[in-house]
């Protein structure tokens, strides 16, 4: 093609833009990729890498690594919180025959993405630090963006454009594409703390708990030393100020109140944030395409977020370097808005909504029965295997190869 000797441009140094720029990178595409940021982001943020994931990884050769420097954890459990009742253990072990990666691995975003910006960086590709993107221009053999460097901005050209600028893309704003959808009206608090509560209270590395008045997500991660860290996840009060939630005796008095022990709780991070639910109504404009954040965001009960924006990494990457190698016509580029935007509604939307009604669910008869489908569903090995299917997301990449 006439634009094969133009790069494709990456806004985004995320996991989601430097996984795609690597993935087309060694499909021998130039790449590169600007971030607003002076460097990659270690505050705590997603961790979990579904099986499905792990599959795209490997066939990047950074499958390995996140295993080394992640934690595996094979099952995850569903608990009564009033009662301290565990209702349900999932091992995805049952999917065996089904991925050769049959687990989760707890691995920081910020791992993930300082992997592959080293691989990306020993391909001779780009990754520029405090370089905002701030303006988009479309043409028909190109796209341009206008990038700010400590003040001093500059127009850089490209064949294609990958948005993976977060929820607050400037890409998306830029091209006037509508993020339908809805804020929660609480906020998400996460405290990190290195007491352990498998050996303590018996949680899983992967728990979820149901509760009327404060449901919980629990998660294990390795921390960067490995020496292991627990992160607990509830929900804020509406209207709650910073200080009522973040400060050492409410944050204290939560922990307390999830499981009692003598003295404080050793506190490493908190992080208050806002959760939407929000879906771009289009994933392509032009030459530009959006992925991760950009494109969609999502409550993160189920840890689905963060791996649906490295399948979309995945697949654009795919799509561009079949036509920019002259595989594929251009109009082929269409299929990344028609596969990736369904996909993400139907898997990741419905599902994480469902996953929080689930927990915040305060009718006792509703609570009873949606223990009573977690406890069948896990006793039945059909069930329970098209159950992980589904929530690990190897159904929705199967669902994408067949179409």
Not at 222 to 233: E, Q, T
Request: glycine share 8%.
């Amino acid at each position: 093609m006439s634009d094969c000797g133009q790069p494709v441009l990456v806004a985004g140094g995320g996991p989601v833009g430097v996984i795609a720029a690597l993935a087309l990178a060694q499909k021998g595409i130039a790449v590169r990729v600007f971030e607003a940021a002076d460097r990659v982001n270690d505050m705590p943020r997603a961790s979990t890498t579904h099986p499905a994931t792990l599959e795209m990884l490997a066939g990047l050769g950074l499958v390995e690594e996140v295993i080394a420097r992640g934690l595996v954890a094979r099952t995850f459990q569903f608990w009564d919180r009033p009662n301290q009742r565990l209702v349900a253990e999932f091992d995805h072990a049952i999917l065996k025959d089904d991925t050769a990666y049959p687990f989760v691995v707890q691995c920081e975003q910020h791992k993930l993405a300082a992997m592959a910006i080293e691989r990306l960086r020993a391909l001779g590709a780009e990754v520029h630090f405090s370089a905002r993107v701030e303006g988009v221009e479309t043409f028909d053999d190109r796209v341009e963006i206008v990038v700010d460097r400590d003040g001093c901005s500059e127009r850089v050209a490209g064949s294609y454009l990958i948005g993976a600028d977060g929820g607050r893309s400037t890409v998306r704003k830029a091209l006037g594409i509508e993020f339908e959808g809805y804020t929660f009206p609480e906020r998400f608090l996460v405290l990190t703390t290195s007491v352990d509560f498998a050996a303590q209270q018996g949680a899983g590395f992967r728990s979820y708990f149901s509760d009327p008045d404060e449901w919980a997500n629990l998660f294990k991660v390795a921390g960067d030393d490995g020496s292991g860290l627990w992160r607990v996840v509830f929900p804020t009060i509406p209207g709650e100020t910073d200080e009522e939630v973040l400060g050492d005796e409410p944050a204290q008095h939560r922990l307390q109140k999830f499981f009692p022990r003598p003295g404080d709780y050793p506190l490493i991070h908190r992080n208050l944030y806002n959760v939407h639910q929000r879906v771009a109504a289009s994933f392509q404009k032009y030459r530009v395409f959006l992925a991760g954040d950009a494109a969609h965001v999502n409550n993160p009960i189920g840890g689905l977020g963060l791996n649906c924006g490295i399948h979309d990494a995945i697949e654009i990457a795919q799509l561009l370097a079949d036509v920019l190698h002259g595989r594929r016509p251009e109009s082929a580029l269409a299929l990344y808005d028609q596969r990736r935007r369904p996909i993400n509604i139907e898997y990741v939307q419905q599902q994480t909504v469902a996953n929080k009604k689930r927990l915040e669910e305060k009718d006792p008869a509703k609570r009873e029965a949606n223990f009573d489908f977690l406890r069948r569903t896990a006793a039945d090995p059909q069930l329970h295997r098209a159950f992980l299917l589904r929530t690990s997301l190897l159904e929705s990449v199967r669902r994408n190869a067949a179409t």
